[in-house]
């Protein structure tokens, strides 16, 4: 028989403190509390909806030195998070039944968050032709969401039969936009910055033209489209466009594209080296403005471990990718302000939706699942890589002193995070 629980005093989103009753795995009436519950005091903490990340790379199968699906969900819960989308770019890439409901089952018996696999696009994300999507789709895992995240569907026939396909299920593909003929060789960010270095650039143009060149794909179909780790101001005029001629897309940024620029390169730290690339800070200003308007949908932190090898090296030889779960809601947090309803439809409940997680994005109000996160917006604490539950240490805020702690995490009334300290 499960731990009835009872959180005291607590404001959920913002609005003013209340006690939560969380017994069988939702949340209950308050009224006469049993005397058997154990209680935590909410005084001073904000409840969320559980947070729902829709792009996380948890390495296995092939990459378990730098994360495993069980290092990555512990991660994730001490980040406030009770669900993930987990990328295809595994070895072997997750491009068959087999291997989503391989990914789905770890997921389940850590029993941390929620693991959605999501299943590439095309076979080895090769971009040839396309992968299992309808067996993807009717596997235990039941994908939802395609992407050859890391890659471009670069293919435009290939991209739109894609949507032709996912469509007859109301899937989404999920696009990683750079146009590789433009960015081969490119080491971050074209502009000042890599002219003053010496470092081949990733032009913005990049991205915005594929995001252009899908939006018109997805309108022409009828499908949806999800733009992934979107980084440039002018992809932001591109997915408003679309939106305004009633395309189907939604659109994710990431929290070091919020809060990171390109200077981060002049260290020539290839903890700084990410794809896409940190950009300008006019660039930071039109992403943070897109979030708060809605032209940007959600926050997806692009989880990406590397084992130390792959990143403590020169730069040019270094993979791209930092890790985000355990800072995602501090960036944001610095980034927009304690604006609580905002963050729980960025980070909870839109993400959720996109993802046809129905359980996940719900508020801690009788009758929802009891699957929420308490955070301490008063705590200030400083990153650790040392401290990470995460296999690999290659976050880029090391030494900075971020805003707001997660206290516990539950997910269906279970705790997986406890006094900030995950229960297993």
Known sequence: MSTTYLVKGVSVAGAEPTDLLIRDGVIAAAGDSPRDAQVIDGAGLVALPGLVDLHTHLREPGREDAETVESGSRAAALGGFTAVCAMANTSP????????????????????????????????????????????????????????????????????????????????????????????????????????????????????????????????????????????????????????????????????????????????????????????????????????????????????????????????????????????????????????PLIAERMSRTPARIAGLAEHGHLPVPGAPATFTLVDPAARWEVDPTGSASRSRNTPYAGMTLPGRIVATFLRGEPTVLDGKAVK
């Open 93 to 340: 890439v997750a491009d068959t039944a087999g291997v989503v409901e391989q990914v789905w089952r770890l997921g389940r018996e850590a029993g941390l968050v929620d693991v959605q696999p999501i299943g590439a696009v095309t076979v080895g994300l090769a971009g040839q032709h396309l992968a299992e999507l309808g067996a993807m789709a009717t596997s235990a895992a039941k994908v939802r969401i395609f992407s050859d995240d890391g890659h471009c569907v670069s293919d435009p026939r290939l991209m739109r039969r894609a949507l032709e396909y996912v469509k007859a299920f109301d899937g989404v593909i999920a696009q990683h936009a750079e146009e590789p003929r433009l960015t081969e060789g490119a080491q971050m960010h074209e502009g000042e910055v890599s002219a003053r270095l010496g470092l081949t650039g990733w032009p913005a143009v990049a991205e915005e033209a594929i995001i252009a060149r899908d939006a018109l794909l997805a309108g022409h179909v009828g499908a949806r489209l999800h733009v992934c780790h979107v980084s440039t101001a002018g992809s932001v005029d591109v997915i408003r466009q679309a939106k305004a001629a009633g395309v189907r897309v939604t659109a994710e940024v990431t929290p070091h594209h919020l809060l990171l620029t390109d200077e981060r390169a002049s260290s020539y730290d290839p903890v700084f080296k990410v794809n896409p690339p940190l950009r300008t800070q006019a660039d930071v200003m039109a992403l943070r403005k897109a979030l708060a308007e809605g032209v940007i949908d959600i926050v997806a932190t692009d989880h990406a471990p590397h084992a130390v090898e792959d990143k403590e090296c020169e730069w040019a030889y270094a993979r791209p990718g930092m890790l985000g779960l355990e800072t995602a809601l501090s960036i944001v947090l610095d980034v927009l302000g304690p604006d609580w």
